[in-house]
C-alpha cells in the first residue's frame, strides 16, 4: 500500500527541510575550513562547527512540525533518522569536541566528494517519493 497525497506531500516537505538543512551545513563546512585554513581563527572554526551541530540538533522539532499526524515506516523511519543526527550533534557539543563536530556525518571511509550522511538520507527518502 503507497502513501497517500497528504504522506507524500509531508514526506516532500520534510525531505526538502532536510537537503535545506544539508546545503546550511555543507556551507558552514566551506566557511569554516577557509576559516582555520586561511585565517588561523580556531575560534570562528569552532563556532562555525557549532552551528553545524545546532542546524542538526534542530532537525527532530522540524521535522515534528512537518509530519505532524503522518503514520507509517518510512515517517517512523525518518523521525528516527532525524533524531540520530541530534543526538549525535548533542554528543559532540556536550563533550566539547570540535573534531568531532567535524566529523560528524562522515563515516571513516569517506572520499570527499562522496555523500556525507544528510545527503545520503535525503537521497533515500527521496526515492519514496
Known amino acids: 500500500m503507497g502513501m ?4 507524500k506531500g509531508k514526506l516532500g516537505l520534510a525531505v526538502a527541510m532536510l537537503r535545506t538543512a544539508g546545503e546550511a551545513i555543507r556551507d558552514i563546512e566551506k566557511r569554516a575550513s577557509a576559516t582555520l ?3 588561523g581563527d580556531e575560534t570562528g572554526y569552532r563556532q562555525l562547527m557549532r552551528e553545524k551541530c545546532d542546524i542538526l540538533m534542530g532537525l527532530p522539532q522540524a521535522g515534528q512540525d512537518i509530519l505532524a499526524g503522518a503514520t507509517g515506516a518510512a515517517f517512523d523511519d525518518l523521525r528516527t533518522e532525524l533524531a540520530s543526527f541530534a ?3 548533542g554528543q559532540a557539543v556536550k ?3 570540535v573534531f568531532y563536530m567535524a566529523a560528524l556525518l562522515y563515516p571513516d571511509d569517506y572520499k570527499a566528494g562522496d555523500p556525507n550522511d544528510v545527503e545520503e538520507a535525503v537521497a533515500r527518502f527521496e526515492e519514496m517519493l
Open 4 to 7: 497517500d497525497t497528504n504522506d
Open 37 to 39: 585554513h586561511d585565517q
Open 87 to 89: 543526538a549525535r550533534a
Open 95 to 97: 563533550i566539547g569536541s
